[in-house]
């Protein structure tokens, strides 16, 4: 994929709309984790370097339509004021007016906060006019919001449309690694998914298995593939309107999915539950399936053995309880260790490798549950397409 981004563009005199995400955890009306506000300060240094102003917009949680205090971006406004030391003004709102006033006072190195783009319902329709009053705020867009480019809104679909359109440096390089596990990637090249549900992820494993010479499959989905496969997988998580695809799947994988040959066991789908290990089949009846045993982990070891790609999205297990969490924790540490590309496909997978205290091992941990997602589809993401090539 070969965008342009705001290297590519001159930015001196310019007054930059820029769409960020700063979608952040909120508290008693206080950001609680700041990380995507930090992550956006690459790009939004470098663009006032250039002498260039910034308008920045970004939606914030689910407000219902209208202004609402609760889902204000004042507090992150004055969060990035604060890593920037310079003042960041807030907007009373996304567009209008008003906002346009001020956002054509501003001087090189000034800054704009617009209020969150969900106070218009439009904004969600990839609104038209939305878009076109949105640009008239700037004279150049800049998207750094690649966990939203999975969406056509009006702040990252519709916009491009009226401005020269570029990408930041956090979607930039989003695209670069995710674009690794998609378009010419090395080999050997292993992906594993995981997570609940493999109906959630059917065309992730079409569109990886084109590409990867294995797929490790784990986690819920591997039930469905394991009842495919003749076993009983019990009280385990197994979605029967996908036993078919999973067969499907399993016919034309050419013995390149692997499976779990063991699984710790759970009487309840709770964290005080009883457990044991046992071979995948052989579950007694009232049992479920919740994490993969010691014997996966040493075939995931082998698989893994002298990969040059790995890329996860998904954990093995319900790791978000201890007693089974270790096959995924095992699994993160295994990739730290590979010496491999490892790219981390965001949501789940990317606190499972944070909890497990290997996230600074990983050569890439993307920032985008959905979006990521879609990308690994084989989707072109809307916010993505628009912008320049
Ligand atoms: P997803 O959002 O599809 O990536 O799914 C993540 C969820 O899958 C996590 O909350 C895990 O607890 C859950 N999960 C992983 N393995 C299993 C399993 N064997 N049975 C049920 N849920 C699982």
Not at 20 to 30: A, H, L, Q, R, S
Not at 88 to 101: I, R
Not at 284 to 311: N, Q, S
Not at 344 to 361: E, L, Y
Request: net charge neutral; proline share 5%.
């Amino acid at each position: 994929m070969n965008k342009k981004t705001v290297r590519d563009i001159d930015l001196k005199g310019k007054r930059v709309l820029m769409r960020v995400d700063f979608n952040v955890p909120m508290e008693g009306g206080k950001v609680t984790d700041d990380k995507r506000i930090k992550a956006s300060l690459p790009t939004i240094k470098f663009v006032l370097d250039q002498g260039a102003s910034l308008v920045l917009m970004s939606h914030l949680g689910r407000p219902k339509g209208g202004f609402d205090p609760e889902f204000s971006l004042k507090a992150a406004a004055n969060v990035l004021a604060g890593y920037l030391g310079i003042p960041v003004q807030m907007a009373p709102d996304c567009v209008g007016p008003e906002v346009e006033k001020m956002a054509k006072a501003l001087k090189p190195g000034g800054v704009i906060m617009l209020e969150n783009t969900r106070f218009h319902p439009e904004e969600e329709k990839n609104d038209p006019e939305l878009a076109r009053k949105m640009a008239a705020l700037g004279e150049v867009f800049v998207n750094d919001a690649f966990g939203s480019a999975h969406r056509a809104h009006s702040s990252t679909e519709g916009v491009a449309h009226f401005l020269p359109a570029v990408s930041g440096f956090l979607m930039e390089k989003e695209l670069e690694y995710l674009g690794r596990a998609t378009t010419n990637p090395e080999h050997p090249y292993i992906a594993i998914l995981g997570g609940a549900k493999i109906s959630d992820k059917i065309l992730v494993v079409e569109n990886l298995l084109t590409k990867c010479d294995k797929l490790i499959i784990g986690g819920g989905m591997a039930n469905t593939f394991l009842t495919a496969i003749g076993l009983n997988m019990r009280d385990s998580l197994v979605e029967a309107g996908s036993i078919d695809t999973a067969k499907a799947i399993l016919a034309k994988s050419g013995n390149r999915i692997i499976l779990p040959v063991d699984a710790v066991i759970a009487d309840k789908f709770e964290a005080e539950a009883n457990n044991k290990i046992v071979d995948v089949d052989k579950i007694p009846a009232g049992w479920r399936m919740m994490d993969v045993g010691p014997k996966t982990l040493e075939l995931y070891k082998e698989t893994l053995k002298g990969a040059k790609l790995i890329v996860w999205n998904g954990p093995v297990g319900v790791f978000e309880m201890p007693k089974f969490a270790e096959g995924t924790f095992s699994l993160a540490r295994l990739l730290a260790e590979s010496g491999a590309t490892t790219v981390i496909g965001g949501g789940d997978s990317a606190s499972a490798v944070k909890k497990a205290g290997v996230a600074n091992k990983m050569t890439f941990v993307s920032t985008g549950g959905g979006a990521s997602l879609e990308f690994l589809e084989g989707k072109e993401l809307p916010g993505v397409a628009a912008l320049l090539d």
